[in-house]
């Protein structure tokens, strides 16, 4: 085995102890834990993570990551904004019925709640999540709304927005909160949220 070879192993076994343990204990997860579920040692995680909330931020680019990606895929360029959002909004509705969305809402909260209880890791969480969400504004920069073409500020702008809407639909789903929140539920509340001026408007 090379050693880019033993890096990436003890690399993929200290995330997926990570996950075990911090899906399991949330903040309180140990990292003598960690390292032992993975069978290395305290140097590894500093030595590939920096420290116990560089793996943690690993932990969560890892389940960010796909799910963007996969955003790109189901929202096709040439469509207007109202279109590209509706088919976004579908797209995370339909997310909420694969078979382990309810392990990654699970994890979701158990970070946010790592977050609340130390504010340095809170503020590298979300650094990674903005960094991810540019392939949202990205998505769409440059389409055509009512008011001209939607700019990189706008962007920004809407997908703070959807992101805080979808969310909290997509948390409510499981819990009852939303019984009749189905995918044109999901859409039609994307949509006018996207059509109020105030939130495509440039804005100060």
Do not use: W
């Not at 590894?44 to 389940?63: C, I, P, R």
């Not at 504010?119 to 998505?139: H, I, K, Y």
């Not at 997509?170 to 539920?185: I, R």
């Amino acid at each position: 085995m090379t050693r880019a070879e033993a890096k990436e192993r003890n690399r993929r076994a200290l995330l997926d102890a990570a996950l075990e343990v911090v899906s399991r204990d949330g903040y309180r997860a140990r990292l003598d834990e960690i390292v032992a579920r993975a069978g290395l040692t305290t140097g590894a995680v500093y030595s590939l993570f920096g420290s116990k909330n560089g793996l943690v931020v690993a932990l969560a680019d890892e389940h960010l990551r796909p799910h963007y990606e996969e955003i790109g895929k189901a929202v096709p360029a040439g469509l207007g904004l109202l279109e590209a959002v509706d088919a976004f909004a579908r797209h995370y509705r339909r997310g909420l019925d694969v078979p382990d969305a309810h392990s990654a809402l699970s994890l979701q909260i158990t970070l946010l709640d790592m977050a609340l209880h130390d504010p340095e890791l809170g503020a590298r969480l979300a650094t990674s999540v903005r960094e991810q969400e540019d392939q949202l504004v990205a998505l769409f920069t440059g389409r055509p709304h009512p008011g001209g073409t939607v700019t990189p500020h706008q962007a920004r702008r809407l997908t703070t927005a959807l992101r805080a809407l979808l969310t909290g639909l997509a948390q409510g789903v499981p819990l009852g909160l939303a019984p009749d929140a189905d995918e044109e539920f999901f859409a039609a509340a994307a949509r006018a949220l996207a059509s109020g001026a105030s939130l495509v408007g440039e804005g100060a």
